[in-house]
């Protein structure tokens, strides 16, 4: 006599499918197994496990279970068309976020690899180009932090790094210092705005923050001291300015430590 049913654990063995993905579908009413009156065991019949793979076939395809529901219940192929076409272009938004993420990982791991390299020490590097969309008084005004949240993509930016701080000095240290919203410009489009940070050659260091950004004692130090000092030891001449962005935060021995880059346009 031709077997008509089967158990759990051997559609498990047939086409891979978990008892809790079983359980799940059955909860969400995608699959509707019978019970055995004698013990209450799940009877799976042929129409079930080709439920099974139809959900399966979707499920690759991006819809959910609610989607695979509906289309159990009767869809026409115009509806189909166009539920797989959003299914499209939601996967088009979700690659190019992750294009974006993956991007920003490897620039953050490339940053680790070389810090020792750059930390406290000094080169000649382009700063890159940045367009200031706003600006706010102070790294804790927190308040004004809103303004940020106007000009960040909350899927792919985070706060940190839309933020830079611009200090102006001179000889005698310290004379002020600002808060800018930015945007990172990939190109340079050779149509330089009044707001645009753009400068061909820095002073270019890293250096270790106190436990907050912005401790203004630990960065003061590295910019008008040692870093002055070997600006005029290689015979250049800052314009003034000194832009600071974080760039990594770890715990070592659960103790804060804050990397910050930091940029010092000088005279060509």
Not at 52 to 59: A, H, M, S
Not at 164 to 189: A, C, E, P, W
Request: proline share 2%; aromatic share 12%; with cysteine.
């Amino acid at each position: 006599m031709q077997r008509i049913t089967y158990k759990t654990s051997e559609l498990l063995e047939m086409i891979g499918v978990s008892r809790d993905a079983l359980r799940y579908y059955e909860n969400q009413g995608i699959l509707k197994p019978k019970q055995d009156e004698r013990n209450h065991y799940r009877q799976y019949r042929d129409k079930d496990i080709y439920t099974l793979l139809v959900t399966d076939f979707y499920k690759k395809r991006s819809l959910s279970l609610k989607d695979i529901k509906k289309l159990q219940e009767g869809t026409e192929m115009e509806e189909l068309e166009s539920l797989l076409q959003i299914k499209e272009e939601e996967l088009v938004r979700k690659i190019s976020r992750d294009r974006f993420m993956l991007q920003k990982l490897r620039e953050t791991k490339s940053f680790c690899k070389d810090i020792e390299k750059h930390l406290n020490k000094y080169s000649i590097r382009e700063f890159p180009m940045y367009q200031v969309v706003g600006n706010f008084s102070n790294f804790y005004s927190f308040p004004e932090y809103p303004t940020i949240l106007e000009h960040l993509d909350m899927i792919k930016d985070d706060i940190l790094s839309k933020i830079i701080r611009q200090f102006t000095f001179d000889k005698d240290g310290l004379l002020d210092s600002k808060m800018y919203i930015v945007n990172r410009q990939k190109h340079d489009t050779g149509n330089k705005a009044e707001h645009d940070l753009n400068y061909k050659k820095c002073i270019y260091t890293v250096v270790e923050d106190s436990r907050f950004q912005g401790g203004t004692n630990d960065i003061k130090q590295k910019l008008f001291k040692s870093t002055l000092e070997w600006a005029e030891i290689n015979g250049f001449k800052p314009k003034g300015l000194a832009f600071v962005q974080t760039r990594l935060i770890t715990y070592i021995e659960n103790d804060e430590k804050v990397f910050l880059e930091v940029y010092i346009p000088v005279d060509n």
